[in-house]
Nanobody, 125 residues
C-alpha cells in the first residue's frame, strides 16, 4: 500500500513562490506522478505530471512556464515548484501516483490510484 504526504503549502503573495513536496511510502519510483488542485466550489483539475524517470513532463496551460514538476526517486519524493504565483492559484493541492509502473505520464485523475491528503495554497493579491 502506498501512502502520500504533501507538505510545503501555505500563504504567499502574488508573484511569490512555494515548493510543494510529496513523500511516498512504498515502491513508487516506476510509477507516473501528478499534481492536481481544487479551488472552493470548483472541480479538481490537473496541474502537472511527470513520468517515472522524470524525463517527460506535461503541464496545464494555466501553469505552464510558472510551475515545475520534478521527482527524486532515490528519496521517493515528488516536488512542485510554483513561481510567479497568482491569486487564481489558490486551492488545495493534491499529489497522486499511478497504481503501476509506466513510461508514460497521465493527465486524468482516474488514472491515479493513490492520493495524498492535500495541502492548502493561498495566494494573496
Amino acid at each position: 500500500q502506498v501512502q502520500l504526504v504533501e507538505s510545503g503549502g501555505g500563504l504567499a503573495q502574488a508573484g511569490g513562490s512555494l515548493r510543494l513536496s510529496c513523500a511516498a511510502s512504498g515502491r513508487t519510483f516506476n510509477n507516473p506522478m501528478g499534481w492536481f488542485r481544487q479551488a472552493p466550489g470548483k472541480e479538481r483539475e490537473f496541474v502537472a505530471t511527470i513520468n517515472w524517470s522524470g524525463g517527460l513532463t506535461y503541464y496545464a496551460d494555466s501553469v505552464k512556464g510558472r510551475f515545475a514538476i520534478s521527482r527524486d526517486n532515490a528519496k521517493n519524493t515528488g516536488y512542485l515548484q510554483m513561481d510567479s504565483l497568482k491569486p487564481e492559484d489558490t486551492a488545495v493541492y493534491y499529489c497522486a501516483v499511478a497504481g503501476s509502473a509506466s513510461s508514460a505520464f497521465y493527465v486524468k485523475s482516474y488514472e491515479y490510484a493513490y492520493w495524498g491528503q492535500g495541502t492548502q495554497v493561498t495566494v494573496s493579491s
